[in-house]
């Protein structure tokens, strides 16, 4: 059974940082895309990074460029999104998302909270 389990979310004040965690199991990790999103109230969905380390790539959406990195762990089958110069518009619940043999896989989400 493929599983993603987000956590690490919580409280900070802008600037601060936090670094969220998706937990996978069910399939091989380093031969898929993970992929982070996030949703703030009353918007929509929107990508917020993604990689794939069997090719060594990373994808980030311009309003996180320079301020996130995403990393992956192969032996704890475990991608992070480390977070800094945290901004009040980052506020959102974060998920995590894989498309495993074409169907799309969610975790649970993590709510980010910062505060101006």
């Known amino acids: 059974d493929v599983q993603l389990q987000a956590s690490g979310g919580g409280l900070v004040q802008a600037g601060g940082s936090l670094r969220l965690s998706c937990a996978a199991s069910?399939?091989?990790?380093?031969?898929?895309?993970v992929g982070w999103f996030r949703q703030a109230p009353g918007k929509e969905r929107e990508g917020v990074s993604c990689?794939?380390?069997?090719?060594?790539?990373?994808y980030f959406a311009d309003s996180v460029k320079g301020r996130f990195t995403i990393s992956s762990d192969n032996a704890k089958n475990t991608v992070y999104l480390q977070m800094n110069n945290l901004k009040p518009e980052d506020t959102a619940s974060y998920f995590c998302?894989?498309?495993?043999?074409?169907?799309?896989?969610w975790g649970r989400g993590t709510l980010v909270t910062v505060s101006s």
């Open positions: 069910g399939f091989t990790f380093d031969d898929y895309t």
């Open positions: 990689i794939s380390s069997s090719v060594g790539r990373t």
């Open positions: 998302n894989t498309d495993y043999r074409g169907r799309d896989y």
